[in-house]
């Protein structure tokens, strides 16, 4: 079988055929001229790339142009922080990007990205050919590498812009691999307005990572790169809607999606996030980030000058509960609109979890956008007059240093104590003096005169140093300038610290950091190769778990005494005992166990309310932040009924349970009188329970406030010798000279001091049956002036200028005597004199027949 010939030759064979050899010569010259051409320009494109250099942002090992996200302690958006060049941008490695992002941006931007080496030829033609027949931009010739290129070196529109845009498109693709330039594309170009990188845009604008979107979703967000303003749907989403459908169509086309996948993208509408995003706890992003919570709060870097690692964090994951936080959020200004008649204008809030000090909700104002009412100040970090709420560390302070108990009797009588500016004489919130108060009462009650005692007794320099220990380090002036008006709040703190007090207390005496970070990512190398950032927590430790163990409390300082603040615990989660001044039903009676305490500053400037629970700890404050008054609201009224809800709503986050019972081996239950804090006596008609240190009650001394005196039923004076059935018993109160003017003047029963006249005299004996408690053990005192008290004269008043000297006398006294600089004046009840100040020092007693004397006080006039 014959093989078959060669073909001959074809059509244009025979025509160069025909031509001469010089011809031939020319035609070749001129092809390998048109060649030249041809390759010229890529000849030189390729020098150009080779002398271009790479992006330092394609070369850094960290990038800095990043906005940071702020997250809920379960990972709930709160906020982000856009980058410095304003815009929001978030690192999204390439694996975790998702496919269909991918597919449609290849679709509607490069879909012949894998081929080219970073120009397109064949695209370049298409679109010189289209603008030639058209006379308008068909399509565009720039692929994926190109865009980038222009993103990272923006050019001007010219030939010679265009130019070193592919020259450096070139240089891209010879140095990073296509996976590598596709993750740089996606997180650097402009998906929209001040929205840098897709995952940023998926965020704002569907509120959802860029794997979870829909391939509707996918397609919208490739549309915008090719005009981030143009396609922007907040302006409105039907241009959006059809560049989408475009791009649809061309994965139809390209393979890249299939019919029913591409009918059902089509069919759905574009559904956008409500207002693109959180912009929770913008007080405690802001505290966060300046430091202002201090070292333990956050994540700080060591050595002076040195920036927090927060600072250039891509993501922040707080310690607050977003729902809990959006709660309180509304019941504050709920609470600063209900008040705003009495002239409220602000208030605050801060939870904390006791086991850990991590903060679970803080509202630093009602509303950060209210001009008027200065909302941008942080009530958590203002300095502000807490009231009466650093009553229970002054008593535990004495509980633990002068041996006081819950059941120790305090007096809540007219006193005056010395200060460097003169006299200060406290006064309660009910204007009125209740006498002999137990310490549970005084406190639970609220009573400023008891507390002011008790902090005299211990000295302002030991209550201001076992405050700072408990985090009020804002009290930093010497403590006589806050002096024992300390135990009412004459001195500011910052509401955060107070709450981290309580929360002290909540722990049993435990000091911890409050701490607002639980972890955070730090800035990765945005590198082709970049892996999802690691989360660091806010201790420094790599890859923290979503929720980590509770901090052991064994970790904190000890600062307060476990049995006397369990003790304080046990007061101020005694309903019944604050009955008295806050009545039933008070803001502070709650459905479950909660020990709390208000406060109200002078002048009704601020007020506070803080509480726990064994898990959380709420304080809050209403007031106004330009200092004015507010119209009479204290803290049972201002503050309280916010504290309430914001407790009960913080109980939903983490439900209540009792308080453990006090330790057998520290504390028991004693009966006691409820009059004298003393073990009771047969003449003690009323004894309560009260907790006190092991072995307490058999320290305690039989009551003495309470006597059996034998009175004529006749006349109800002193029997004396009257005949048994005239005389019947009595039970009388009986009290020191600090107390008897008080006693007196409230009505107490006191024991007559004259005998019947129906009867034979009294046995005139001390200690006699019947006779008035007066000798040797009965002082009188000297009431007013006290001890180092200074007057002025003033030159400008002609009057007489006078004092009133004043002495407390037990029963049974009729007569003292006034010994003023030596010179004695007899004074009879009410055992008061108006003297004439006279220019000098002074020293004053005074004396009584059968009573000790006082001690001599010493005063002066100027």
């Excluded at 160069?16 to 030189?44: C, H």
């Excluded at 940071?68 to 060049?85: F, N, P």
């Excluded at 609109?337 to 006791?354: F, K, Y």
């Excluded at 400023?448 to 000295?459: E, H, S, T």
């Amino acid at each position: 079988m014959n093989a078959p010939s060669p073909p001959g030759p074809g059509r244009a064979g025979r025509w160069l055929a025909r031509l001469g050899p010089r011809a031939r010569r020319i035609l070749r010259r001129a092809a390998q001229i048109a060649l030249a051409l041809a390759v010229a320009p890529w000849l030189l494109l390729a020098a150009l790339a080779a002398l271009t250099p790479l992006p330092p942002e394609l070369e850094a090992t960290e990038d800095h142009a990043v906005s940071t996200v702020l997250l809920d302690r379960h990972g709930t958006v709160l906020r982000e922080l856009r980058a410095g060049d304003g815009a929001r941008a978030r690192w999204l490695p390439l694996s975790e990007a998702g496919d269909r992002i991918q597919r449609a941006l290849l679709a509607a931007e490069d879909k012949r990205f894998a081929r080219h080496p970073g120009v397109d030829p064949i695209a370049i033609a298409r679109a010189i050919g289209q603008l030639a027949v058209e006379r308008r931009v068909v399509s565009g010739g720039s692929t994926i590498t190109q865009q980038l290129a222009r993103t990272l070196v923006p050019r001007p529109r010219t030939a010679r812009g265009k130019l070193g845009e592919a020259a450096l498109a070139l240089r891209i693709e010879a140095s990073l691999s296509k996976r590598e330039i596709l993750e740089q594309y996606l997180n650097r170009v402009a998906f929209g307005p001040g929205l840098r990188g897709v995952e940023a845009a998926s965020r704002f604008y569907f509120d959802k990572p860029t794997r979870d979107l829909s391939l509707a979703e996918a397609a919208a967000l490739a549309s915008m790169p090719r005009g981030p303003a143009l396609y922007d749907p907040r302006r409105g989403t039907g241009p959006l809607e059809r560049r989408r459908n475009r791009v649809l169509d061309r994965m139809l086309a390209a393979g890249l999606a299939g019919e029913a996948e591409v009918a059902r993208a089509r069919a759905e509408p574009i559904a956008l996030a409500p207002k693109g995003g959180g912009l929770g706890a913008p007080h405690l992003v802001r505290a966060v980030l300046g430091g202002a919570l201090g070292p333990g709060a956050g994540v700080h870097a060591e050595g002076p000058g040195a920036a927090s690692p927060l600072v250039r964090a891509t993501s922040i994951t707080l310690t607050i509960d977003r729902g809990l936080q959006r709660e309180i959020e509304v019941l504050a200004q709920q609470t600063v609109r209900g008040l705003s008649e009495r002239d409220v204008g602000a208030a605050a809030v801060v939870v904390i979890e006791n086991a850990t000090g991590e903060i679970l909700a803080y509202v630093g104002s009602h509303d950060i956008d209210d001009a008027a009412g200065l909302g941008h100040n942080d009530g958590v970090l203002a300095l502000r007059q807490p009231g009466s709420a650093l009553k229970p560390f002054v008593y535990e302070l004495a509980m633990e240093q002068l041996g006081f108990t819950a059941a120790t009797v305090l007096p809540d009588v007219e006193l005056s104590f010395p200060t460097a500016d003169g006299n200060y004489a406290p006064r309660n919130y009910d204007g009125r003096f209740h006498g002999p108060v137990r310490l549970r009462d005084a406190l639970a009650n609220s009573y400023n005169v008891p507390a002011v005692w008790a902090a005299a007794a211990l000295g302002p320099e030991r209550v201001i140093a076992r405050l700072r220990e408990l985090g009020l380090r804002s009290l930093d002036r010497e403590p006589s300038r806050y002096g024992v008006a300390v135990a009412l709040g004459d001195g500011e703190v910052r509401l955060i610290d107070l709450a981290n007090a309580y929360a002290t207390l909540a722990r049993g005496g435990l000091y911890l950091p409050v701490r607002a970070v639980r972890s955070f990512a730090p800035s990765s190398p945005p590198s082709p190769s970049s892996q999802a950032a690691s989360s660091v927590s806010a201790r420094g430790e790599s890859d923290a778990p979503a929720e980590p163990p509770a901090a052991p409390p064994e970790r904190g300082v000890r600062v307060l005494d476990a049995a006397r603040a369990r003790v304080i615990i046990d007061i101020l989660a005694d309903d019944r005992a604050r009955l008295a001044s806050f009545g039933e039903g008070n803001a502070l009676d709650l459905p479950f166990p909660v020990a709390a305490k208000t406060g109200t500053s002078k002048g009704f400037r601020d007020n506070v309310a803080v509480g726990f629970t064994p898990d959380v700890t709420v304080a809050v404050w209403v007031g106004n932040f330009d200092g004015s008054p507010m119209g009479g609201v204290s803290g049972i009224t201002g503050a309280g009924p916010l504290f309430r809800d914001a407790m009960l709503a913080a109980a939903r986050v983490r439900p209540p349970r009792p308080f453990d019972p006090p330790d057998p081996e520290q504390l028991a239950e004693v009966e006691v009188c409820a009059l004298s804090g003393m073990r009771p006596t047969a003449a003690c008609p009323h004894r309560r329970h009260e907790l006190l240190p092991r072995g307490g009650a058999a320290a305690l001394s039989p009551c003495d406030m309470h006597e059996t005196v034998r009175i004529d039923r006749r006349n109800s004076l002193r029997a004396g010798a009257c005949p048994d059935a005239a005389v019947e018993e009595r039970v009388f109160e009986r009290y020191d000279a600090e107390l008897t003017a008080w006693a007196r003047a409230a009505g107490r029963p006191l024991a007559p001091e004259a005998a019947s006249p129906l009867c034979g005299a009294l046995a005139g004996l001390d200690g006699a049956p019947g006779a008035p408690p007066t000798g040797a053990g009965a002082r009188v005192r000297v009431a007013y002036p006290p001890d180092g008290a200074r007057f002025v004269l003033d030159p400008s008043i002609n009057s007489l200028q006078a004092i009133r000297l004043r002495a407390d006398v037990p029963p049974g006294v009729p007569r003292v005597r006034f010994v003023l600089d030596g010179r004695p004046i007899e004074v009879g009840s009410p055992f008061a004199l108006d003297w004439p100040l006279v220019a000098g020092a002074h020293r004053l007693r005074i004396d009584a027949d059968g009573a000790a004397a006082s001690e001599e006080i010493a005063f002066s006039v100027e």
